[in-house]
């Protein structure tokens, strides 16, 4: 063949991409600190070179400062949160082990499916969107189920806003003899997150979230007796790429031999987000957030605008809000991104039409940002 004449044609007369400037108020991605975009512009190295070697061993230790844990096997898993939820449960959930699933939002949805096609049988306890995981329910299932394996449940449902008592749920399933799986994507930097206090197996999050950072990473951590049980396995993982026992050749404490190609340049980025949280501290970085939660509820009461969860299990990092009487859920939404630049977060599943979702994440996290989604609402809404 005649390669020069057989080539397809090159698309021609673009632009460079420059994205809009928007106000990123919705369930995440956040707004990304100038200082973390910088990181990830500067020169890529390779993933084994003694400077990016040095630099991932900080990571980890500025990792276990968010988990607030002392777990060896602490990283940063490549890919988005998604990553983090599947690497916990095709390295713990073997084929037929019974895992219990704690489901009060889309979230909690997505680990049942997660059981099933590791191979597992997943129980489930149903807690209403919109309210937490009930200790009582899951209590009652490990009473019925004395055979399970491991617990899961979201500490924070972006989808309805809510908390969970991450302490008494962990408890529960180690009292049972049950490892605990927990997803801490929404919560980490945003609400207390003390891995080790709570004693918590198996714990992830997402680098969009509350911490700021370009999307595509899932830190993550696990517990000596995680680490026991996957070491035990009867069969392999079944992933290859997300199989722990692979993985820590390159992340562990002692060899770094490839697996796959680093994210190197988002990794630079997640360093410079983890040193932000370090310098600002952990315990400020949750009052922030408290803070501002609380100016965005008192500008909202005037308007109407109520939220969908009780105050004691509120998120503050993510506002579910009932759609007031009249107003067209979609049509804000739009005009809000159209008019004012601001995206914020439409309801899932069945409270799809019914609720937005304002998330403050992180650097989103900022008075200037509430005082101006305050303003375009009030004056969508008058219109
Ligand atoms: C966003 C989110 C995820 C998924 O993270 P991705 O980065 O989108 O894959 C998982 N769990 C919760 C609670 C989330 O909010």
Known sequence: MNLSTDLLAAPAGLQTFIPPQRCLLGPGP????PRVLTAAGRPTIGYL???FVTMMEELKSLLRYAFQTANPVTFAASGPGS????MCFVNLVEPGDKV???RNGVFGGRMIENVTRAGGIAVVVEDQWGQPVSPEK???ALAANPDAAVVAFVHAETSTGVASDAATLCALAAQAGCLSIVDCVTSLAGIPVAVDAWGADAVYSGSQKCL???????????SARAIERVKARKLPVRSWFMDLNLILGYWGETTRTYHHTAPNNSLFALHESLRLLAEEGLAASWARHRRLHEMLAEGLAPLGIEFLVEPAYRLPQLNA???PEGADEAAVRRRLLVDFSIEIGAGLGPLAGKIWRIGLMGYSAREESVR??????RELLAR
């Open 83 to 86: 990553v983090g939820m599947e």
């Open 49 to 51: 070179d003694p400077a």
């Open 321 to 323: 809000l009932k759609v």
């Open 138 to 140: 899951l209590q009652a």
């Open 372 to 377: 101006r989604v305050l303003a375009a609402l």
């Open 30 to 33: 956040s707004e990304i600190d």
């Open 100 to 102: 219990i699933v704690c």
């Open 212 to 222: 700021s950072c370009v999307p595509g990473l899932a830190p993550i951590t696990f």
